[in-house]
């Protein structure tokens, strides 16, 4: 679960700090004070796209932090999986930096990739944003959901049934390829057997460009390694007129004056040491010149295979491990040119084997998926009742699709009944948002007692929803904070009385400038603002006196769970 939320320099938000507690969290405020660009900070961190407009006013960079802790072995296991870091006493550090030009990710202090903070998100939090209960609109979603639900009894024939597709698609492609006529056919053969002959002239062979290209690189270095001592045997050598001869004619020179002079003895001496020392460098350029182990036909031909092997790599599929498979795939596929019956006789016959499995592997997934469904059914049933649905009938419609899917061949519908007498209806024919917002948090009240996942985040489940219905929503998410961690956006007192632990999330003007600010409400505070979101900016003692058992009754309800 999240022990704590920093937010820095983000929208409104200068700075702010969040120590959460086990339970329920609640966030409340004024309209537009701000509570929805916390939830969206969080969301920056798990890996949702951010722009350089989300930092404040003023200041260089954002900052969000998050800082969760990690009991659940199976959890912790998952996480080192993904090759992740994890501290020692199992918590986990999120950060993100947003700048004006770039943005970061760390975990536990190193970079990660968006992809892989999401993945990591997943383990960790369930976020339920204002949007989320809509997708319960589209099929779709119900497929998905009950899939959810019963992942640990089908996930096996999901993934065999993904495969299988795969190949079903493949042969259905590799048929209406060979659905043509005799012009058609002949300048397929044409092409396939050019590009045979390309590729197998090329004699292509795995690790070849690697080695090719080391080779290249040391005679790369000889080459502009001989250049340059060519040059230098060039300054120097004497029958050129190089430094050599010039030098030879100074010492000479300088020794007739040493003869007259001997104060200039030594200096004749070290002229003639410096024209032996570069005769002696000399000689050596030369021998490794003479020596030739530099080969510029070599080089030549080894620039030219490193070309031919890139221009087919690029050409067949970006190395030359793709462009061998697409040679074997090629060559298969002109067999089947060749031979045009036959081979449209033996694919049928193989689409038809794969049809086959694919049946099976539906006919589990449905089976599977209607046991799951009357269970859910019966869970969401009970759980709509205790949030106020009376008399609701819920239910798991699975119909055949008509094709095959890397799902399986199952339509999936959620149909509900709000009254008596009502026939059950799509949601998208019934339900309202209030309801909708209460089909969600009885969805993710059932699948909580399946995962592992112990924070959940709801950005204004109330939406919509008031009186008897408030308060059947706030004792259901009293029940669900129980043994994990909810933080919740909320507008209605009655949820906000549920809190174990509560916020104020205020916007004021600081310096000339607009700032959210958030501050932890001690018991007595708590008090207070359940009185504002009761009776408005003018509280009485009588809203008081309201707040106050409000606050009484959730204690009492939490204390029977």
Same mark, same amino acid.
């Given at each position: ?234 300054? #120097?050598?004497? @029958? !050129?007129? %190089?430094? =050599? +001869?010039? *030098? ?7 020794? $007739?004056? &040493? /003869? ?89 016959? #193989?689409?038809? @084997? !794969?049809? %086959?499995? =694919? +049946?099976? *592997? ?7 998926? $209607?046991? &799951? /469904? ?188």
């Amino acid at each position: 679960m999240i022990d704590s939320i920093s937010v820095k320099n983000l929208a409104l938000i200068k700075q702010a700090d969040l120590e959460l507690c086990e339970g329920l969290n609640i966030l409340s405020g004024e309209t537009g004070a701000g509570k929805s660009i916390l939830i969206g900070s969080v969301n920056l961190c798990l890996g949702a796209k951010a722009d350089k407009s989300m930092i404040r006013d003023g200041a260089e960079y954002a900052l969000i932090e998050l800082v969760f802790h990690v009991d659940n072995e199976k959890t912790l296991a998952a996480i080192k999986e993904m090759e992740l870091p994890v501290e020692e006493d199992g918590t986990v550090i999120i950060s993100r930096r947003i700048g004006a030009n770039r943005s970061s990710i760390k975990v536990c202090g190193e970079s990660v990739t968006v992809k892989q903070v999401r993945d990591l998100a997943q383990l960790l939090i369930d976020v339920h944003g204002q949007h989320e209960h809509q997708s319960l609109l589209h099929p779709v979603r119900h497929r998905q959901l009950l899939d959810e639900y019963c992942m640990d009894d089908i996930k096996q024939d999901l993934e065999a049934a993904a495969a299988e597709y795969e190949e079903y698609r493949q042969l259905c492609h590799r048929l209406e390829a060979l659905d043509m006529d005799e012009n058609a056919r002949r300048r397929e053969i044409d092409l396939a057997e050019y590009e045979i002959n390309e590729l197998e002239d090329a004699d292509l062979k795995p690790g070849e460009e690697d080695e090719l290209e080391d080779e290249f690189r040391r005679m790369k270095g000889a080459r502009d390694s001989f250049e340059d001592l060519s040059n230098v045997r060039g300054l #120097l050598d004497e @029958e !050129s007129g %190089g430094v =050599l +001869d010039a *030098l030879s004619r100074a010492v000479h020179e300088m020794n $007739s004056a &040493a /003869a007259m002079n001997e104060a200039l003895a030594d200096d004749a001496q070290a002229m003639s040491t410096a024209e032996d020392t570069l005769r002696g460098v000399l000689r050596d350029i030369r021998d490794i010149l003479d020596d030739g182990a530099f080969d510029p036909q070599r080089f030549d031909e080894v620039e030219e295979r490193l070309d031919t092997i890139r221009r087919l790599s690029t050409r067949y599929g970006g190395s030359e491990a793709a462009a061998l498979e697409y040679l074997d795939k090629r060559r298969e596929e002109l067999k089947e040119l060749n031979d045009l019956d036959e081979s449209r006789r033996k694919l049928a016959a #193989l689409k038809a @084997e !794969s049809a %086959g499995r =694919l +049946d099976k *592997l539906c006919a589990k997934l449905t089976k599977k998926r $209607s046991k &799951a /469904a009357a269970a859910l059914k019966k869970e969401i049933c009970a759980v709509l009742e205790d949030l106020n649905f009376l008399k609701v009938e819920f239910e798991v419609s699975i119909k055949p699709h008509g094709e095959y899917t890397p799902c399986g061949s199952d339509d999936v519908e959620f149909l509900i009944s709000l009254n008596p007498g009502e026939s059950l209806r799509p949601l998208k024919d019934v339900a309202s948002g209030g309801e909708l917002s209460r089909i969600m948090l009885a969805l993710k009240s059932v699948f909580a007692a399946k995962d592992d996942i112990e924070t959940l985040i709801f950005d204004e489940i109330d939406s919509g929803i008031s009186g008897k219905t408030a308060w059947k929503v706030s004792e259901k998410m009293g029940a669900l904070s129980l043994g994990r961690q909810l933080i919740c956006i909320t507008h209605l007192p009655q949820i906000a009385a549920m809190a174990d632990k509560h916020f104020l999330i205020e916007k004021k003007e600081a310096g000339g400038k607009t700032e959210t600010m958030i501050r932890s409400l001690s018991k007595k505070d708590e008090e207070t603002e359940v009185a504002r979101m009761l009776g408005g900016e003018e509280i009485s003692e009588a809203v008081m006196a309201n707040a106050r058992e409000l606050k009484e009754r959730a204690e009492a309800v939490k204390h029977k769970k």
